[in-house]
């Protein structure tokens, strides 16, 4: 049975039916792991005993006729920077090399109560630092569009996972778009939340001021699914948010696109957009004008600083949160050393890989005697203004639609040696991040070389409601998000860009 | 031109503070691409903030709070199971301070 574009309620529907067992599921993505996944890359680690294991007790109980969890049969991939008990937690660095931990991040746990069903451990760039995957301490991850290309990053092992059928959905973080940007590269869907929704507890922590845990999946309706899950307070983290979780699957029709007003913020139209990009994102617009809604041009006029606020203020999170990688308490060590600065100096010389050790360098440099007032500051009152422009301009528009990225995805190897060019692709995306607010990435076409593009839209804090049942009408009428990647096809010589 | 923002003394000190060995090679890459970073962070320095509160945190938690209840937590052994060394229940370092 072919479970690709089913969502996974469809897929339930089967399972509990009895048309299909749990078992035949997790195998169906087993053996497409198993036939493409050495292209792709997308895995560092596949979980195939503890997925079957777990399938196996999923169908045991509905044979028997008990309950089971609210995503019993969904088969999930998880970015390697959520923590997984007994399962190898590496957050694609070499730092954290065979590290096994002894508990699970959150998020992961509220899933596996439920049932939903691990698969594999996803590539990312260390310890979510990049936007490509390619400054991951093991390998870089293809674009199943087009292996020459890269995914995105830095969760772009669980967009290329989703986007080429290798499970239903799968966790990512979204710091600076690391969500929305490969899952727009990738031609898929994903939902960065608001701050505070889904715990950060058991991820490595990246800027914890900015680390949002998130969903991606081939449609709005299993995004809805799963974030119902994840979502609320936890005591573990005292920045999760103590609102209500909303029934996002039943909001999701519960939107009116005649006389919805959506914001075009223009600074996001112009420089360094890509032109094929623009056209298809601003197509996307005029769908949903033809659908009854009104498009405002309005202006973000501090989205230019959104790069520069980032570059100071994620760095400097990062530079404190990356002093607990001593190599004593877990992660990998040079052994023995004559004392115990040369000890830390040492181990984090060596396996800490070069974006890690320039992001932790800008970050105390930022933050050092006489720095400080002039990056860190100075950033932060910047970030003020990047948050009351989004929230003033939410007062007179319902939800902003935007590109979430200025190009398709580009060749591997392209921006690797340039680390400003890197950062400069996160121009969409970063400023959502810097405000705190929510926003959806989803495809609407392509380009030239047949690359996926998409947009994203952005609501106020905690709409996610909202701007997920505006992205599910969208789905409605498009069918962007069905289409399948040259590989999904088996069609892999496409995919080599032939 | 315009002073560098960081010298090779300034890379060397930060990266000592930071507790990072860099390799003489490492330094010659990494000096002008934190060098190019610096330069355009330099944006920010154009903008007017008088008057302007930073913001720390994007919601309003502050100072949440929970009961000073005793919970069950690791035992030693799985609290130690991924350090590189032990010794009769302790993490082992290397010397802190001088014979």
Known sequence: ????????????????????????????????????????????????????????????KIKKGESV?????????????????????????????GYIPQYSS????????????????????????????????????????????????????????????????????????????????????????????????????????????????????????????????????????????????????????????????KEYFSDPINSEVKDKVMLAAKEFEKKGATLVDISLPSTNLGIAVYYVLVPSEISANMARYDGIRFGQNTGNNPDIISYYMNTRGKYMEAEVKRRIIIGTYALSSGYYDAYYTKASKVRTLIKNE?????????????????????????????????????????????????????????????LPIGFQLIGNFFEESKILSVAHQYQQFTDYHLKETPLSRGDARRAEGF | MSEPKISMVDLEHIAKLARINLTESEKTIFLPQLESVLEYLDVLNQVNTDNVEPTF????????????????????????SSASKTQDGYFVVPGTIKK
């Open chain 2, 57 to 80: 945190r994007v919601n309003d938690q502050k100072n949440v709070l929970r009961d000073d209840l005793i919970k069950d937590s690791f035992d030693q052994k799985t609290a130690l």
């Open chain 1, 69 to 97: 969890g609210k995503l019993a049969g969904a088969v999930m991939a998880v970015k390697d920077i959520f923590l997984t008990k007994d399962i190898k937690s590496t957050a694609s660095s070499q730092v954290l090399k």
């Open chain 1, 106 to 265: 959150t998020v992961y746990q509220k899933l596996i109560d439920e049932d939903a069903i691990i698969i594999g451990k996803t590539n990312t760039d260390p310890f979510a630092f990049g936007g490509s995957t390619e400054n991951s301490g093991f390998f870089t991850t293809k674009n199943p569009w087009n292996l020459s290309k890269v995914p995105g990053g830095s969760s772009g092992g669980s967009a290329a996972a989703v986007a080429a059928d290798l499970c239903q959905f799968a966790l990512g973080t979204d710091t600076g778009g690391s969500i929305r940007q490969p899952a727009s590269l990738c031609g898929i869907s994903g939902l960065k939340p608001t701050y505070g929704l889904n715990s950060r507890f058991g991820i490595t922590a990246m800027a914890s001021s900015f680390d949002c845990p998130g969903v991606f999946a081939k449609n709005i309706a299993d995004l809805a699914l799963v974030t119902q899950i994840t979502a609320g307070v936890d005591s573990k983290d005292a920045t999760t948010v103590d609102n209500p979780v909303p029934d996002y699957s039943k909001l999701l029709k519960d939107v009116n696109l005649k006389g919805l007003k959506i914001g075009l913020p």
């Open chain 1, 390 to 450: 989004f929230v003033d301009a939410l007062k007179n528009v319902d939800i902003i639609l935007a590109p979430v990225s200025p190009t398709t995805a580009w060749d591997i190897g392209a921006k690797a040696n340039d680390p400003l060019q890197m950062y400069l692709a996160d121009a969409f995306s970063v400023c959502i991040n810097v405000a705190g607010i929510p926003s959806v990435a989803l495809p609407c076409g392509f380009d030239s070389q047949n």
């Open chain 1, 1 to 60: 049975m072919d479970l690709k574009n089913l969502t996974i309620t469809q897929i339930q529907e089967l399972l509990f039916s009895k048309k299909i067992t749990a078992v035949e599921i997790v195998n169906f993505y087993l053996e497409r792991i198993k036939k493409i996944d050495s292209q792709i890359k997308a895995f560092i680690t596949v979980t195939e005993k503890e997925a079957l294991k777990k399938a196996k007790v999923i169908d045991e």
